[in-house]
């Protein structure tokens, strides 16, 4: 990028040089090769933009085709700038940042990105990402379970096939009944009929074939019976369509690879968790939090540590001991 010399700069150059304009600079070259009308550029680009012009050109000598796999898993134009910060020495680090004192600066970025997953969803507090969004579907089952004591788990037959898989694998259908309802004309039956077994009611917005949904009715009837509502959302529909924290859900997951994650043959990607304060004690993950220094100047360090599975071992409701802090905050 190319920055122009302030007029206080220009000044200091023209006094060390002993002129008094940049035409003195340039007079040793012939006025018939001096440009006098400008030159005949076009505008600008953004880098985006210019990103394409280059590629358009070396698409000439080489085929770059477009994935359309789709299924969860999308092309996203990541900024070199993003490949280059995140690949800093205290940003790429298999450190756990306890000490706060000497982590201040991995610590904001992580309680930043929580924020936006709050701000996104409309939720209360963020967890600080778990390993894709197919665990944290599960884990927030685990969360229902925990809560509410209850074995029975209902979930909207309309999720992606490779999540169901991880759900299935993870929750021990020995001791817990999945419920999968199937769809109506591509969206959750509105007169199902929730039980007081039921622990979660779980669904997809919108649903994997496409279709989008208000949830709200269904929402409040599963939580008129004590149900611990789930919103699987995709991120790329939260500037579009209804929020889950305004459709009334308890926990929000998401995959935030769509966001800006690069493929990698199927990972790593990143999982969101967003919840009601309500349930605090029993999120999964680190929590990082604001507070006061004694000097009193605005810190961060990690919060809520006594619920985590190093603490409280084999009580803990999550085994989740760590997270995906690099694709969450590039």
Not at 82 to 95: A, W
Not at 148 to 169: A, H, L, Q, Y
């Amino acid at each position: 990028m190319f920055v122009p010399h302030s007029s206080l700069d220009l000044n200091v150059i023209f006094d060390e040089l002993d002129i008094s304009s940049l035409d003195e600079l340039f007079k040793h070259i012939p006025d018939d090769l001096l440009i006098k009308n400008g030159l005949d550029v076009e505008d600008s680009l953004s880098e985006l933009e210019a990103t394409k012009y280059f590629e358009d050109i070396s698409n000439k000598n080489k085929n770059n085709l477009i994935c359309f796999a789709g299924g969860g898993h999308y092309d996203v134009y990541l900024p070199p700038t993003v490949k280059s910060l995140t690949m800093r020495p205290e940003f790429m680090t298999s450190y756990t940042p306890y000490q706060a004192e000497i982590s201040q600066g991995i610590l904001q970025v992580l309680f930043e990105f929580q924020s936006l997953v709050c701000d996104l969803t409309e939720m209360e507090l963020a967890n600080a990402s778990l390993y894709d969004g197919a665990t944290s579907v599960a884990e927030a089952i685990s969360v229902a379970i925990n809560k509410t004591k209850r074995d029975s788990v209902v979930i909207s037959s309309g999720f992606n096939p490779n999540t169901k898989e991880v759900v299935d694998t993870l929750i021990d259908k020995s001791k817990f009944d999945l419920n999968y309802i199937p769809l109506s004309d591509y969206l959750f039956p509105e007169d199902y009929e929730f039980s007081d077994e039921d622990a979660a009611f779980v669904v997809s917005f919108p649903h994997y074939e496409g279709s989008a949904q208000d949830l709200s009715n269904l929402v409040k009837k599963a939580q008129s019976k004590g149900v611990i509502t789930i919103c699987y959302v995709d991120p790329s529909m939260l500037g579009v369509l209804k929020t889950p924290g305004s459709m009334g859900f308890d926990i929000v997951v998401a995959e935030g690879q769509s966001i800006g994650t690069p493929l990698s043959f199927g990972g790593p990607t990143v999982g969101w968790f967003a919840t009601k304060k309500d349930l605090a004690r029993l999120v999964p993950g680190r929590i990082i939090g604001e507070t006061i220094d004694n000097n009193h100047k605005k810190t961060y360090v990690m919060t809520l540590r006594a619920r985590e599975q190093d603490i409280r071992r084999e009580k803990a409701s999550s085994n989740i001991c760590t997270n995906q802090t690099l694709n969450a905050i590039g």
